[in-house]
């Protein structure tokens, strides 16, 4: 029956018309929308379990690599320094390739380019910790995506997938964190689909997990054939809502339901 009514409820969002975004003074973290304890865990770094990958990511870029046998200290020195507001600004142009890299890209390149390193696999522990380590450096910094003119036709690409209909229920993004944010779907509250967290701790994975992998779980579960990680269309999605979300603070690593 649960099951059945959900299918019920993403058709009736479908069926539905796309209403106007929502107004700047109405933008709200998924954080508003969950419960105390779930708050305190977030809020308490002793006790969110996001924070022992970024205690990872800090022996990671410590740790020389590669063929350069550089680390990430050696370029970039003390990261609660260097990296401070940094993770604000991803996803970011990348001149070399002519569009947007988002901070895990980012760090690859790095891998390759610098420490002549071989590049982490999409969602492995040494990437996701690496990118919390970073990202966490700007936690309470205001998300500010880049002001530069070429990330421009990125977003609206970006906008236009999340107004798309997609896949068997033929829903957008838009439907559910657009339209209907603050209502319940199995019970759990519908939130505006904002990026603040990432990566973040999700109860149901039991695991950190980057914005991409939420994308994709949204995706699958309008029965519509997800992207591959690193896509441009994942990018563009992430690059997006994180000019939607202009102004928030960075809450690395979040935890969530």
Not at 26 to 55: C, H, I
Not at 70 to 84: E, G, P
């Amino acid at each position: 029956m649960r099951v059945a009514a959900c299918i019920a409820l993403l058709t009736a969002m479908a069926g539905a018309a796309l209403a106007a975004e929502i107004p700047l003074d109405q933008r709200r973290s998924g954080y508003s929308f969950m419960s105390a304890d779930t708050k305190a865990m977030q809020d308490e770094d002793t006790d969110n379990p996001g924070m022992l990958s970024v205690l990872d990511g800090e022996t990671l870029w410590k740790r020389k690599a590669g063929t350069a046998d550089k680390a990430c200290a050696d370029c970039h020195n003390d990261a609660h320094v260097s990296m401070k507001g940094v993770a604000a600004h991803y996803p970011a142009f990348e001149k070399a390739f002519g569009k947007p890299v988002d901070l895990e890209a980012r760090i690859n390149l790095c891998r390759t380019n610098h420490q002549q390193a071989s590049p982490f696999a999409y969602e492995s522990r040494e990437l996701l910790a690496l990118t919390a380590y970073v990202a966490q450096q700007s936690r309470g910094v205001p998300i500010a995506p880049g002001d530069d003119p070429e990330l421009a036709p990125f977003v609206e690409k970006g906008h236009a997938l999340f107004m798309q209909r997609q896949g068997q229920l033929n829903l957008a993004c838009a439907n559910c964190h657009d339209d209907n944010w603050d209502k319940k779907l199995a019970g759990s509250a519908i939130t505006q689909g904002q990026p603040t967290g990432y990566p973040l701790y999700r109860l149901e994975w039991q695991a950190l997990g980057s914005l991409q992998r939420r994308l994709r779980a949204c995706i699958t579960g309008i029965r519509a054939q997800a992207y591959d990680y690193g896509s441009p269309e994942l990018v563009e999605l992430e690059l997006y809502l994180m000019s939607r979300a202009r102004g928030m603070p960075v809450e690395t690593p979040a935890v969530r339901p």
